[in-house]
């Protein structure tokens, strides 16, 4: 007996980050957007716990632990259930590319571990344990746009009816979360307790309009990325130029993620950037949270 979950990928359309928190943590205020990049996750009944990973070429498949520290094996341990399972992954969301991938898997793990086994447990149960695996995780089950605060765990749905356009350029190599929040410490000690708030981002968003929705786009942590990353910096320019309406690093990097006008708008600049990246891809937003294929 086996269930498969698909969890998309996320990018946050406004982070605003606050001064660290006693816990460690920073306080958020982000509006998310699921985007149609995804990671498949199979759980089944096995004699012993195990994880096995395929994926598209340019994921770094060997950045993902097959041991118990998998995000997505410790999802399985948050329902009250014995027994020992597989969990196979199919990523096609970047490892440490700042895009929510161990979050969606740890939150299709959730989803299908609980199907799989007829618990059936409500949303906001599901939701909590999704809080303890990580900030992102309850995103990934909700999916559409929403905005998060908290530290990222406290999800509230945002009505999206728009069909937003991206460009996506992944990294060959990942960042660390913590090392981006800890280069935002150093550059910005005095950042206020409460953070920046997604007003105009919001306003945006429900215009419907791109062009407004570009000039909305926020991300505390692209200063942080750019920093330790420069090529970053160069590449969001390359990328406006090619016409994308606004290039931003997606949460703490390093994939970046442009806005487009149109579909063929998206299609120009994924021709553009592709002569200088191996790796671009184009997606669509909002898409749905972790759902249940088979
Ligand atoms: O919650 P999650 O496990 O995804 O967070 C990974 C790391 O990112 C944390 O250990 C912390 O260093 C940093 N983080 C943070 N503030 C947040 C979310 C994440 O400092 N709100």
């Given at each position: ?13 406004h982070l ?24 498949d ?5 096995a ?5 096995s990973?395929?994926g598209?070429?340019y994921?770094?498949?060997?950045g993902v ?10 999802a399985?341990?948050?329902?009250a ?6 969990v196979?992954?199919?990523k ?22 609980d ?11 599901l ?16 999916g ?21 356009w991206w460009v ?22 005095h ?14 968003l429900a ?7 570009a ?15 420069p090529e970053?910096?160069?590449l969001?320019?390359?990328?406006e130029t090619?016409?994308?309406l606004r ?5 703490s990097?390093?994939t ?9 708008g998206?299609?120009e ?11 671009v891809?184009t ?5 749905a ?6």
């Amino acid at each position: 007996m086996s269930t498969t979950v698909r969890a998309a990928a996320k990018i946050n359309l406004h982070l605003g980050v606050g001064r660290a928190r006693e816990d460690g943590f920073h306080a958020l205020d982000t509006v998310y957007q699921a985007i149609s990049l995804y990671d498949d996750v199979t759980v089944s009944d096995a004699a012993v716990d195990s994880v096995s990973v395929t994926g598209a070429a340019y994921v770094d498949l060997a950045g993902v632990p097959t041991d118990g520290s998998n995000i997505a094996l410790r999802a399985l341990a948050e329902a009250a259930c014995s027994g020992s399972h597989l969990v196979h992954l199919v990523k096609s969301i970047p490892v440490a590319g700042g895009m929510a991938g161990g979050s969606a898997d740890a939150a299709a793990a959730l989803l299908a571990h609980d199907r799989l086994h007829g618990l059936d447990q409500p949303d906001d149960v599901l939701l909590a344990q999704a809080a303890r695996l990580g900030s992102d995780v309850p995103f990934s089950l909700v999916g559409g746009t929403a905005r998060g605060r908290g530290r990222g765990e406290l999800v509230e749905p945002i009505a999206d009816s728009g069909s937003w356009w991206w460009v996506v350029v992944p990294s060959d190599v990942g960042l660390s979360t913590p090392e981006v929040y800890r280069h935002f410490d150093r550059l910005f000690p005095h950042a206020p307790e409460r953070p920046a708030e997604p007003g105009e981002l919001l306003t945006a968003l429900a215009s419907g309009e791109p062009v407004r929705l570009a000039r909305a786009l926020h991300n505390d942590l692209q200063a942080p990325a750019i920093d330790l990353r420069p090529e970053l910096g160069a590449l969001i320019e390359r990328g406006e130029t090619a016409g994308a309406l606004r290039g931003i690093v997606s949460g703490s990097g390093p994939t970046c993620v442009f806005l487009c006008d149109s579909r063929d708008g998206a299609m120009e600049v994924l021709a553009e950037l592709s002569e200088v990246h191996d790796v671009v891809l184009t997606a669509t937003g909002p898409v749905a949270g972790a759902h249940v294929l088979a």
